[in-house]
């Protein structure tokens, strides 16, 4: 009875939404709750600015987006990946931002449109098992994979939004025959499909796989709940395609009527206090050289250097990536 | 479907005369009629989308190979579960209600927890069994191969569904007249005569509506389907939206599958239903429970097998993830706030579903007509549509109709009742085939009005199928994440999305608590509705 009373109460005090305040911001927050909570609360104690986060999936939230078109109540968008923020902005709901934000910003955190910027970085890199793998097997690029030796022992997540940002990466860099030979030769050399970075690392730990295909920042997790976990990664060789590097980037709606303030937020982001908490507790990469670095992470130049150069916005035709990866029976 | 014999009685001439000619009266028509318009609303969102589609485009995703593949996967996958969930919930529902087994009230509850484990949660904990840094070859050294594709969704889903199943069996179980099988014996019937002509027909309506529920749901899960790595055809749709951001094609997509499913829901209608009411004077007297006697050490094994595996498992992954980086006390203090917004959005919903599936159930069974039945049937199409898709056709419905309403609480209701409408609709509808419509018309003629025989004369009979009708919606709601992602009014993060984004990032411990809580508490709520069920 008494839980009665207390839903009914809840239900009461917010069936129809509260008006939000004129200051306030909405943000569409792909990002994990988690994650992105610590560093919202400290903008809004310097600030004063309420932030409401709508927590969502990626995708979903640009597809919701792309629905709610010029209605939509958000002013922010933080999408997990550069695809995204290109499915977006294409769709034509984001508004031009400032030169000034893009200031000091490296070349592979940049995009050419001027409508989104990067928050934070994450490099693809191979997890491997450290038992299972002897130190001659360290493939020195991507295309090493579809070697026979590797067969049935790597595994990938070809539904996967980095990954596919991947994908459109080679296709940009060595056109769709190319591409298209690998993703087939991957298949035939017995890849083995998972649905995403968590569960590939996993597979690795698990005895599945010996490579898995992965973000960087997905190990460290696992390695802080638990020092002794048996898996290891590496970069390819420098350079190789299969380093990219993929961002988490931050837009402001064309709807927003409180661009002023979503702009204060974008700059709070990409500002030092804001990129030492990304690369210090999230393990992902600062857009600047202004922090401290995190030693569990490869040098920030070391970054720089392996990863290809690849202009993001170049990563936005996704549909041809589908394309390829439903010719290749993997979707 | 009611055509027991009439006897002349001064009321039957101020009544009107059964059958197909009556008159249904308007306080049941009117919320049938609104529930069939609101299913409307996804199907013409679908239409819309459609009719976006590039020609060329479309009949390279439509017509494929694969998409045939997916639909065969997708088959023999709803086929396994509900094999499965029969072995699981039917003997099951027999122990519990025909039985002299001891803890009855706790073994009910026990077989509605697993209801409560959100797929994701428990395709995790199936995965994290086996392989060797899985939990057992932690704990105990012995290294089992890792569950996964076919088996591995098979087994998830079952699971978590077969509570479904033992609910509609067991209300019904409960109120079969003990007199019918008496009879029966009497007539030198064995047990397995009496079991085969007397109570699987009886259960018949409640074994459909289990295993169509099943199906649809086993159509539409994404998460321990993904998980598992078994690709069926949610995922293709799920790709879509998630991978190419694409409405259109994802639209196609769902109204491949709505066929399929309507394909199932139609050949539900197929079963010839009989008439099931009890018939004859006398009051219907329940069963004398079975004595167990030898078949006890049957019994007790196979409980320990079923809730050892749909209760232990995920129990088990969860503390050992608590145990693996116990999360600081914060999030055990955030717990509650969170709970609450999940119970009191998905509370409301649960009332509404049964309110809705009330009359809706009324008018299949008392007033039989094609119109009945095409409403009843469209019922389905909210639990049968892909979450996300439904949640998109109501995102674009009140923006446009009524955008005082978008993003909140109202809207979240709303939809949640009319996905699982179709969940209430079941133990509903077969509670009301047990219950004679002469006990309403004797009522009506003694001069009660539709309010008080309802309240007197059908409610107390129709009260364990309502009860487990809205313990069911209220279950689902808990760990629903799609609808609640996109409509859910901004901030408002419940349970399972708090679960869902820390899983995703790969923070398993740090879900924990979150998790454990929609197990716990669903459990308990449901328990709460279970006990008010003796009561008169």
Redesign the interface.
Known sequence: MQ??V??SA??LS????AP?AAADL?LYSGR????VEPIIQQFERNTGINV??????T??????L???GQ?S?ADLYWGQDAG?MG??SQAGLLAELPDDIYEGLPGIYTSETGNWVAASGRARVFAYSPERVSEDEYPESIFDLTDERYEGRVGWAP?N?SF?SFITAMRVEYGDERTQEWLEGMRDNGAV???????Q???V????IDFGLVNNY?LP??LA??SDY?VAQAFFAEGDIGNLVNVAGIAVLESSDNKDAALEFIRFLLSPAAQQYFTGSVYEYPVTRDVIQNPELEDFDRLLEVSPQIDLDDLED??GT?NLL?DA?L? | MSNSAELASPAARRTPPKGRTRRVPLHILLPSLVAAAAMLVPLFYLGLRAFEADPQTLANLVL?R?NLDLLLNTLSLALGVVAMTTLMALPLAWLVVRTNIRFKRLLTILGVIPLAVPGYVMAYAL??L?????VLAQLTGVQLP?IEGYFGAMLALSLYTFPYLFLNLRATLAGLDGNLEESARSLGYGNREVFLKIILPHLAPSLMAGWLVITLYVLGDFGAV??M?YEAFS??I??Q???????IYAAWLSIMLLAVAASFVMLDSLVVKRKLARVGTGVARPVKPMRLGRLRWLAYPYLVLIFGASVGLPTLILGYWLV??PPDLSFFARVPGTF??S???A??AALLSAAFALPIAYLTVRYRSTAATLIERSAYIGYAIPP?TLA?AM??FS?RTA??L?????LLIVTWAMASLALALGPIRSALLQTRPNMEEASHSLGHGPLSTFLWVIFPRLRRGILAGVALVFVLCMKEL?IT??L??????TLA??VF??????????AAPFAAAIVVFSSL?VG?LLTKEGKR
């Not at chain 1, 917010?14 to 939404?17: E, F, G, K």
């Not at chain 1, 994990?32 to 994650?35: D, R, V």
């Not at chain 1, 995708?59 to 919701?64: C, G, N, S, T, W």
């Not at chain 2, 939206?241 to 409405?247: C, T």
């Open positions: 839980k009665n207390i839903a809840t239900l917010t069936l129809l939404a939000i909405t994990g709750e988690s994650m409401n986060v709508r927590y969502g999936d995708a979903q939230l640009a597809v919701l792309q629905e709610e209605r109540p995204a499915a977006i539904t939004g596919q499909t998972f649905r995403n970075n968590t569960t690392v996993q597979g730990a698990d005895g599945e997905y997790r696992f709940a638990d048996p996704l549909e589908l439903r029976g979707l | 494929r694969r995965i994290g086996g392989g060797n840094y899985g890792r993904a998980l790595r995922y293709a799920y790709t939206y998630s991978g190419a951001f694409d409405r693996l980086a609450l917004r119970a009191g959005a509370l409301p996300l998109l995102v674009f923006l955008p005082f978008y993003q909140t609480l109202t799609p992602f996109l859910a009014p901004t901030g408002y993060t999305v708090t984004t820390r899983t995703s990032e790969g923070m398993l411990a740090e709520s709460f």
